[in-house]
């Protein structure tokens, strides 16, 4: 099944309480995703790393916001987490846990925990450092914890992990490199996640609350859930003097709400003055500005950015003016995979587990991503491959192809012959002929609230599985021969797989949630 990259984008705006008046929510939880596995480099060392300490205070080169607050400083704890508590600074980091987050009387609170858990590096094997790396306004804030030996254990258990923070996105990746277990001490309990000042609030990938646990070449995003209230658009600078026009009649049909009036400020446009009548804008602040649309009662901020296109923001090899697929000219409303990132500025386009400079670039010398990759497109479907989430066209999911479940693709190659799983159509596991999928469907698709699955066979299905495009399962259903009709009400809009399963083989279908 194919993920079109030039499929209509959704654009979220704000519906005003009374018209003609913005409301502002705070960002105040997350979700948290698995990601393609990402090595950083990071070569400023902290200061004061001594055994169950903080570091004094980091400026970060950017305000960062997390749980709805603006930071410009963090600290760094030993013991594998960053802390927005500066009034610490250089003061003692807790050691001891035992309980799962959220939980108000949990140790450490406001912290981002890349990997939270006791380690001592006095014998001096490892090293923590930090470094920012990319280009304004996408740069990233990079913490290193390198083989950083566990208390009581020593070097004979050692972990290596990495924290990102992301410049204006406000999310915030952890990658862990291996993570080994001292089960002789603290119970050989760790822990990824983030969580509030208030530790009631938290948010931890699956099988990562602390426990007991070993983890090798993974990654995990945590980002906010709620949605922008703004209409994003970015455009490229061919002269960079940060002054370019925009295309109004663009952002109008892309709103949908009929006439829409545009206004150089949230006060021009309550009071309906000074509106912009031309159908082209040149933005008045050098590289940012914001800028109002009304329309059916509804004041929509209109971001606009301009960029360097000389600047590859995502670092995925794939040239930034050449992530406007869909030739509009915004570079903001390309998001292949519909994960809230656009494509500019997304490592892994089309969400499958594979970071985009490995499907665009094939001269890779990633040890951990080696494959004889000899086509951009290996299905000769027309989508190259770094934008396709079947790149073998055989109707699995690249990301489902991930046989040892490992949360990475590239190292599946189940019949020995040297080529991953999923660049080979001859390999699919447990999947159904492709007779079998034109015989069973879903209907109505789109849905609003339900959707029934019309079976034309006479196998049973047994189980119905729903996953979001990120690969997360987002809700299941057993014995669903039983099951007339199946609830998704409760899903958010947007694009889900459907795999289906029969006593010995799966279908997979795509819905759309209205």
């Known amino acids: 099944m194919k993920h079109n990259y030039l499929t209509q984008k959704k654009i979220f705006f704000l519906t005003l309480l009374t018209a003609f008046c913005l409301q502002s929510n705070a960002q105040t939880d997350y979700t948290v995703t698995a990601i393609p596995h990402q090595v950083y480099v990071a070569s400023v060392p902290v200061e ?54 959220p939980n108000a009387s949990f140790p450490v609170k406001n912290s981002i925990l890349a990997c939270y858990h006791d380690t001592n590096n006095q014998v001096g094997a490892g090293s923590i450092t930090y470094s920012v790396t990319g280009v304004a306004p996408y740069r990233k804030f990079v913490v290193i914890f390198n083989n950083q030996p566990q208390f009581q254990c020593n070097t004979a258990a050692i972990s290596t992990f990495q924290a990102v923070l992301y410049e204006t996105l ?48 993974e990654g995990w995003r945590f980002a906010t859930s709620n949605v922008s209230n703004a209409y994003n658009y970015t455009k490229c600078d061919d ?22 009036s545009f206004y150089p400020t949230l006060l021009d446009a309550q009071s309906v003055t000074n509106e912009i009548t031309t159908a082209t804008y040149t933005n008045e602040t050098a590289s940012f500005q914001t800028i109002y649309a009304t329309g059916n009662g509804v004041v929509t901020e209109v971001v606009l950015r301009v960029v360097d296109c000389d600047n590859d923001y995502d670092s995925d090899s794939v040239p930034t003016a050449n992530e406007d697929f869909n030739n509009d000219g915004n570079l903001a409303n390309d998001d292949t995979d519909e994960d809230g990132i656009p494509n500019f500025i997304d490592n892994d386009d089309d969400g499958d587990m594979i970071l985009t400079s490995y499907e665009y670039a ?82 109505p698709n789109p849905a609003a609230d339900t959707f029934t699955v019309l079976n034309k066979t006479d196998v049973e299905i047994s189980t119905i599985s729903i996953f979001a495009v990120n690969g ?40 759309i949630k209205k």
Do not use: M
């Open 239 to 260: 002269d960079t003097d940060g002054l370019v026009e925009f295309d109004l009649q663009l952002v109008e049909d892309e709103l949908g709400e009929g006439t829409v």
């Open 48 to 101: 004061f790393t001594s055994d169950d300490l903080y570091t004094p205070a980091i400026t970060l080169p950017f305000t960062f916001n997390y749980f709805g607050i603006d930071y410009d400083q963090v600290l760094i704890s030993t013991n594998g987490y960053i802390d927005f508590r500066t009034e610490l600074a250089g003061q003692g980091s807790p050691w001891s846990f035992n309980t799962a987050i």
């Open 170 to 217: 406000n999310t915030i990746d952890v990658q862990i490199v291996e993570r080994q277990v001292c089960a002789t001490w603290n119970g050989g309990r760790a822990v990824i996640g983030v969580i509030n000042n208030a530790g009631t609030v938290a948010a931890v990938p699956p099988g990562r609350n602390t426990g007991t646990w070993t983890a090798q070449e």
């Open 362 to 443: 094939f001269t890779t010398t990633e040890s951990s991503q080696q494959s004889p990759l000899d086509s951009q497109d290996t299905d000769d479907d027309g989508i190259p491959n770094y934008l396709d989430n079947d790149d073998d066209g055989d109707g699995v999911l690249t990301i489902n192809e991930d046989y040892n479940g490992n949360n990475d693709p590239s190292d599946d190659d189940t019949n020995f012959n040297g080529l991953p799983d999923y660049l080979e159509q001859a390999v699919a596991l447990g999947v159904a002929t492709p007779t079998l999928n034109h015989l069973i469907s879903l209907y």
């Open 472 to 511: 997360a399962l987002v809700k299941e259903i057993k014995n669903a021969q039983e099951v007339n009709a199946v609830s998704i009400s409760d899903l958010q809009s947007g694009v889900y797989f459907v795999k289906l399963t029969t006593e010995n083989q799966v279908v997979n279908c795509k819905l």
